[in-house]
Antibody
Framework: EVQLVESGGGLVQPGGSLRLSCAAS????????MDWVRQAPGKGLEWVGR??????????EYAASVKGRFTISRDDSKNSLYLQMNSLKTEDTAVYYC??????????????WGQGTLVTVSS | AIQMTQSPSSLSASVGDRVTITCRAS??????LGWYQQKPGKAPKLLIYAASSLQSGVPSRFSGSGSGTDFTLTISSLQPEDFATYYCLQDYNYPLGFGGGTKVEIK
């Protein structure tokens, strides 16, 4: 079964840091791009960023709202994806999802998604 | 950044109704668009990719259409399990962008 499980969420003060993890199983993790998406309480979905695979040099892309503060990385030997979040702001409070990027004939999609982990930024 | 405008933001419908949700991109995105369903407290689920390709395992009452700037998700006969929030997502270029969502409620 293809599965993604996030961990590492919690309460952090403004200006603080937190590292989220996403453990993958049931597929060849190293082949896939992987993304992070977040959802503030009661709000819609917001794309956070992407890491490409080794074949594409593990390059990354970020939303403007997190660029320079968040870093996406991966460890293919551990089938794990990470989101390092620094200089956290109250507006970063959200459920954070990891998602596998599927691809075919140049089209991409997110499937599956993890169950999400809640990050609360508050003093 | 490409803006994705979804409409309506919410709708009320009855079981068996035909439901149509639209998504408009602020510039052409070919057919690089997906549709996702989210139920309360759950992760989103892929329904449609490449604007009109049905994801494996998704019921055939769901369909997508469109290209360029205007896209549609149609549920041909609404079922009780379809009451949820639906989002479009453009993956034409970075930053990727979701529509604001459409909440489908029971009439």
């Amino acid at each position: 079964e293809v599965q993604l499980v996030e961990s590492g969420g919690g309460l952090v003060q403004p200006g603080g840091s937190l590292r989220l993890s996403c453990a993958a199983s049931g597929f060849t993790f190293s082949d896939h791009y992987m993304d992070w998406v977040r959802q503030a309480p009661g709000k819609g979905l917001e794309w956070v960023g992407r890491t490409r695979n080794k074949a594409n040099s593990y390059t990354t892309e970020y939303a403007a709202s997190v660029k320079g503060r968040f870093t996406i990385s991966r460890d293919d030997s551990k089938n794990s994806l990470y989101l390092q979040m620094n200089s956290l702001k109250t507006e970063d409070t959200a459920v954070y999802y990891c998602a596998r990027v599927g691809a075919e004939l140049g089209y991409n999609w997110f499937d599956p998604w993890g169950q999400g982990t809640l990050v609360t930024v508050s003093s | 950044a490409i803006q994705m405008t979804q409409s309506p933001s919410s709708l009320s419908a009855s079981v068996g109704d035909r439901v149509t949700i639209t998504c408009r991109a602020s510039q052409g995105i070919r057919n690089d668009l997906g549709w996702y369903q989210q139920k309360p407290g759950k992760a989103p689920k892929l329904l449609i990719y490449a604007a009109s390709s049905l994801q494996s395992g998704v019921p055939s009452r769901f369909s997508g259409s469109g290209s360029g700037t205007d896209f549609t998700l149609t549920i041909s006969s609404l079922q009780p399990e379809d009451f949820a929030t639906y989002y479009c997502l453009q993956d034409y270029n970075y930053p990727l962008g979701f529509g604001g969502g459409t909440k489908v409620e029971i009439k």
